[in-house]
């Protein structure tokens, strides 16, 4: 079946350093792949997606790329900030728009 | 756009009392869906509307969960005789119709969530 693994948190960084968190999956056809981000207390905001395979997903410095070769959407950012941190889900949805498969989340501490 | 909107944002309740939860989403959108997700975990599937049609269940969704949409707009969830093992926070989501921008559809709105606290 379809799933999603993500890296195990937390991941503690100091302010403005490099992040990547990685992410694989298994699914059959062509998912769409998502990054979301819950701060806490809150639901979830999505971060970028991407919709087919070398795209690249972009927002407010975080990047992700659909690599259908090594089934990963890993994500990365080249200078965190304190405020980013959070939890952070990668997940898919096959074509059609159905449940949306999540990993199990990856804690990001940024200290100052 | 206001986003997607449950109420209430919290409830705690005794075990064995019934609770409803109520999801309104993105006005356009016509589709919508319950999560429920537990301390440390991303969320897990529960059920999936298209309009008023309820389309899937999971296996989670036992019979004392029941969860509706009667004109295709906000949604219901209840849970009648709750236990301990249900609290957690329940999200609910919607996404686009079809017809508009490839994959469109794929795209999940979540709303804050409903975080249920069972005695």
């Known amino acids: 079946g379809n799933s999603v693994t993500q890296m195990e948190g937390p991941v503690t960084l100091s302010e403005e350093a490099f992040l990547t968190i990685n992410c694989t999956y298994t699914?059959?056809?062509?998912?769409?792949l998502f990054w979301y981000v819950q701060y806490p207390g809150e639901g979830l905001q999505l971060l970028l997606k991407a919709t087919k395979a070398d795209d690249k997903g972009s927002n407010k410095g975080f990047e992700a790329t659909y690599r259908k070769e090594t089934t990963s959407f890993h994500l990365e950012k080249g200078s965190v900030q304190v405020s980013e941190s959070a939890v952070y889900f990668c997940a898919l949805s096959r074509a059609g728009g159905f449940k949306t498969i999540f990993g199990a989340g990856t804690r990001l501490f940024v200290k100052a | 756009d206001t986003g997607v909107s449950q109420d209430p944002r919290h409830k705690i309740t005794k075990r064995g009392q019934n609770v409803t939860f109520r999801c309104d989403p993105i006005s356009e959108h016509n589709r919508l869906y319950w999560y429920r997700q537990t301390l440390g975990q991303g969320p897990e599937f529960l059920t999936y509307f298209q309009n008023e049609a309820q389309l899937e269940k999971s296996r989670l969704l036992s019979d004392r969960f029941s969860a509706e949409r009667p004109k295709g707009s906000f949604s219901t969830l209840e849970i009648q005789r709750t236990e301990q093992g249900d609290s957690a926070m329940y999200l609910c989501?919607?996404?686009?119709?079809?017809?508009?921008?490839?994959?469109?559809?794929?795209?999940?709105?979540f709303g804050p969530g409903t975080r249920l606290t069972v005695l």
């Open positions: 699914a059959t056809g062509y998912p769409s």
């Open positions: 989501a919607s996404s686009p119709k079809a017809g508009g921008p490839l994959r469109s559809t794929d795209t999940q709105y």
